[in-house]
């Protein structure tokens, strides 16, 4: 972790899960904290609790499926005098149902949040990053490895984080600045829950050998950082999963993806 020494790090959905451990990970060694999220109180506590000597933070309220709230944030940004040297694409949002029963606003929020805002802020952050040499973490998923019936939404939007990520370090090769996809599979955070629709019980709860810690999922994507890597699934078992999922033909896959449908 000594490589991110004197760091200025902005952490997009910073409040809870891996956006707060990403934080707690680099506090001890960052110049400057960043973080943004919508959840004024829940920024406030972890501020406090990271608090040391010689570590800046930075909070912003900021609903980032916000347009207008997104540019003014990046705005703010602009009119201060750090310029980040890694940037942390975390915020996300995500649907489970199938998609004829979804609630368009819920949807668009996370096309907003998934797409749009992360897309923005790399744009906007891409010079200083260039001149500061720095990093690109965009948190995406092994969902994007696959289409996922019942995710379907979620899944495209992170296929388009995991597909960004690599077009986009392909672009900046020589640069200097480092892109990394952090593709995590299950792991027991609030996003779930927030995913969930209210009275959906279908899903079924992942296998819990597959299940990582949001600290190794963190601890994991900043080493791949530090290395230089494209992409990386955390978990031993969960990355030879995916390879082994990622042979099987399309047509094979098809004939599993049906979920059971509910009689109406």
């Not at 109180?41 to 997104?70: C, F, H, K, M, N």
């Not at 296929?159 to 960004?164: D, K, L, P, R």
Request: net charge positive; aromatic share 6%.
């Amino acid at each position: 972790m000594k490589t991110f020494a004197d760091s200025v790090v902005l952490i997009t959905g910073a409040s809870s899960g891996f956006g707060a451990e990403f934080a707690r990970q680099l506090a001890p060694v960052a110049k400057t904290l960043i973080l943004a999220a919508r959840r004024t109180e829940r920024l406030e506590s972890l501020r406090d609790e990271l608090a040391r000597p010689g570590l800046t933070i930075q909070l912003y309220t900021v609903d980032l499926a916000d347009a207008a709230a997104t540019a003014a944030f990046l705005q703010e940004l602009a009119r201060g005098d750090q310029r980040v040297t890694l940037l942390i694409n975390n915020a996300g949002l995500g649907d489970h149902g199938l998609f004829e029963d979804c609630d368009w606003p819920k949807v668009e929020q996370m096309l907003l949040v998934n797409v749009v805002a992360l897309t923005r802020l790399t744009r906007a952050l891409l010079p200083e990053l260039m001149a500061a040499r720095g990093a690109v973490l965009n948190v995406s998923s092994v969902a994007s490895l696959l289409p996922l019936p019942t995710l379907g939404v979620y899944a495209a939007t992170k296929a388009y984080v995991t597909s960004f990520s690599e077009a986009l370090r392909a672009e900046l090769r020589g640069t200097g600045v480092s892109v990394t996809a952090l593709c995590p599979g299950p792991v027991t955070t609030e996003f779930f829950d927030v995913a969930q629709r209210a009275g959906n019980t279908d899903a079924a709860p992942a296998p819990a050998i597959l299940k990582v810690s949001a600290q190794l999922v963190v601890a994991t994507a900043l080493k791949a950082v530090l290395h230089d890597r494209a992409r990386v699934i955390p978990g031993w078992l969960t990355s030879v999963a995916m390879t082994l999922a990622s042979c099987v033909p399309m047509f094979l896959m098809r004939l599993g993806m049906s979920p059971p449908r509910k009689k109406k």
